[in-house]
């Protein structure tokens, strides 16, 4: 049976754009030095906001699911889940970006604190809530929700990976615009 290995921000990178993770990894490329800047930015980000944070910081999961065709596994690393008080835990994300103008979630993001809600259950916790930590704000989200979505996700990825096919994409402004494969994709999808 065929082996796949995935992280769960491959998931939530899809969530976002169906074909950056198939990029990043056919081509290796190495991301603009402004992604690495932001990219560091972010580790920092997170340093700080776990610094005397309570709870479970920085802990590895490894999710594995079973298709017809393939074994899947999912690896990540939960940013912080704490202990409540009836026995379930909250999931906490850090995000260096800021929430949507509407004071909801980035759906991307969504999908991540999913992936990793779905692995804290595996290992028999019950996650209770999801809160998304961004720059300007905090924004609880459902877990059951997205824990939805992130199945939903990995199920279309994990189909696309099985045919050894790139999925269909059409090119948006404001996220191809910053996106380094950029010049790749409008050749791919729109010549």
């Not at 995935?6 to 969530?15: N, P």
């Not at 580790?43 to 899947?72: N, R, S």
């Not at 690393?77 to 202990?83: E, G």
């Not at 969504?110 to 809160?131: I, N, P, T």
Request: charged letters at 25%; a positive charge; glycine letters at 6%.
């Amino acid at each position: 049976m065929r082996e796949i290995h995935l992280y769960v921000t491959d998931v939530s990178s899809y969530a976002y754009c169906k074909a950056r993770p198939f990029l990043n990894r056919w081509l290796e490329a190495k991301p603009p030095l402004l992604r690495r800047i932001r990219i560091l930015l972010g580790k920092i980000w997170h340093f700080l906001m776990q610094f005397g944070a309570e709870g479970v910081c920085e802990d590895p999961v490894i999710l594995t699911f079973e298709y017809p065709e393939a074994k899947v596994i999912v690896h990540g690393r939960v940013d912080n889940y704490y202990s409540n008080d009836d026995g379930s835990v909250t999931v906490v994300e850090y995000k260096s970006g800021r929430m949507r103008r509407n004071k909801t979630a980035w759906p991307s993001d969504m999908v991540q604190v999913g992936g990793y809600a779905l692995a804290l259950e595996s290992r028999g916790l019950k996650v209770s809530d999801c809160l998304i930590h961004y720059r300007n704000g905090v924004v609880q989200v459902d877990p059951n929700v997205c824990m939805e979505l992130f199945r939903k996700h990995l199920d279309e990825m994990v189909r696309y990976i099985l045919c050894n096919a790139l999925p269909d994409v059409k090119p948006s402004g404001g996220k191809c615009r910053r996106c380094q494969y950029r010049e790749v994709c409008l050749r791919l999808y729109v010549e």
